[in-house]
């Protein structure tokens, strides 16, 4: 069964990091276009961040610049995103999404398969 698991959501301070995981099995995604989008109750999905298959291609939605990091391990087949100096606003239910292509990549369109999602709490 291929599928993308979330993990490491949970509550936080506001100033506080949390490292989400998306671990990805069924197949070898090590060709994909790897992404995290966020979704809180009554809003659009939001690009958060992405990465090409060969990690030389990153991009960041306007919001987490300066304050997240998205990185993956081909070999583990796993995309990380590490958050740091979160905010209220960055409360949100986190989605990682995989595409063998994402043009743009913010298009939610482009991606054929998603996890279920973890949440994130920052409380003030």
């Known amino acids: 069964q291929v599928q993308l698991v979330e993990s490491g959501g949970g509550l936080v301070q506001t100033g506080g990091s949390l490292r989400l995981s998306c671990a990805a099995s069924g197949r070898t995604f090590s060709n994909y276009v790897m992404s995290w989008f966020r979704q809180t109750p009554g809003k659009e999905r939001e690009f958060v961040a992405g990465i090409g298959w060969n990690m030389h291609s990153i991009w960041y939605g306007d919001s987490v610049k300066g304050r997240f990091t998205i990185s993956r391990d081909n070999a583990k087949n796993t995309m990380y995103l590490q958050m740091n100096n979160l905010k209220r606003e960055d409360t949100a239910v986190f989605y990682c999404?995989?595409?063998?292509?994402?043009?743009?990549?913010?298009?939610?369109?482009?991606?054929?398969?998603w996890g279920q999602g973890t949440q994130v709490t920052v409380s003030s």
């Open positions: 999404a995989a595409a063998r292509q994402a043009a743009p990549v913010y298009d939610i369109k482009q991606y054929e398969l």
